[in-house]
């Protein structure tokens, strides 16, 4: 079956605009994790759900990241007034359960540069 | 804290070769470790996972890892490597209190020449 699917692979951003990066989990995957990579670096959390519930946001860097995932399955993460900081490689994993035994899938990534 | 390290961040071998790739973990509880591998421009791929049971865990494409609670380590190992093996490897961790979020290594570049 379709594995986890990202959109737009690539994106690029002046410093100061509003992007959005979309995932889209294997179908039926009741959780959804974010995670960033910077460059060189291995990925680090962001947020995850459980379905439609946000339970847990403790790695986005700064209120300028939201996300969400309002009906349970496509989530979104939005970064408002970019920085040179936020470039890196957003990768979306999503596993069947909320089981720490359970694999995550991850997507391609979506490679923000921000000018 | 939960932490993982992966002490090298490049591994080189001969085709044919064994290779081994290092992690060790810092977690509370017991640990579920995972190893993922990523080629450019790629995510990551799912190679092998230890929950519990047998020590020695098998994966993809021939890879298996040892997992040792002692020494707080699970290398990842192949008997005979392959050119096509090289790309970047992460080991990656899941202890009883982070919740669903996996932390992961740095990352060790894999070469493997013919």
């Known amino acids: 079956g379709a594995g986890v699917s990202q959109s737009p692979r690539y994106k690029v951003a002046k410093r100061g605009q509003d992007v959005a990066l979309r995932c889209d989990p294997i179908?039926?995957?009741?959780?959804l994790f974010w995670y960033q990579q910077a460059l060189g670096q291995g990925p680090e959390f962001l947020t995850y759900?459980?379905?439609?519930?946000?339970?847990?946001k403790s790695g986005l860097p700064s209120d300028r990241f939201f996300a969400e995932r309002p009906e349970g399955s496509v989530s979104t993460l939005k970064i408002q007034r970019t920085q040179q900081e936020d470039s890196a490689v957003y990768l979306c994993?999503?596993?069947?359960?909320?089981?720490?035994?359970?694999?995550?899938?991850f997507g391609p990534g979506t490679r923000l540069t921000v000018l | 804290a939960q932490s993982v390290a992966q002490p090298e961040d490049q591994v080189n071998v001969a085709e044919g070769n064994p290779l081994t790739v290092k992690c060790t973990y810092s977690?509370?509880?017991?640990?579920?470790l995972f190893w993922y591998v990523q080629y450019p421009n790629r995510g990551l791929q799912f190679l092998l996972k230890?929950?519990?049971?047998?020590?020695l865990v098998k994966g993809s494409y021939g890879f298996e890892a040892e997992f040792n609670k002692s020494q707080t380590s699970f290398h990842l190992k192949k008997p005979s490597a392959l050119v096509s093996d090289s790309a970047l490897y992460f080991c990656?961790?899941?202890?009883?209190?982070?919740?669903?979020?996996?932390?992961f290594g740095q990352g060790t570049e894999l070469s493997v020449k013919p």
């Open positions: 994993a999503s596993s069947e359960y909320l089981n720490r035994a359970d694999t995550q899938y």
């Open positions: 179908s039926g995957h009741v959780s």
């Open positions: 759900f459980q379905n439609e519930a946000q339970l847990d």
């Open positions: 977690v509370s509880g017991n640990p579920y």
């Open positions: 230890y929950i519990t049971g047998d020590n």
């Open positions: 990656a961790v899941r202890g009883g209190n982070q919740g669903g979020k996996l932390i």
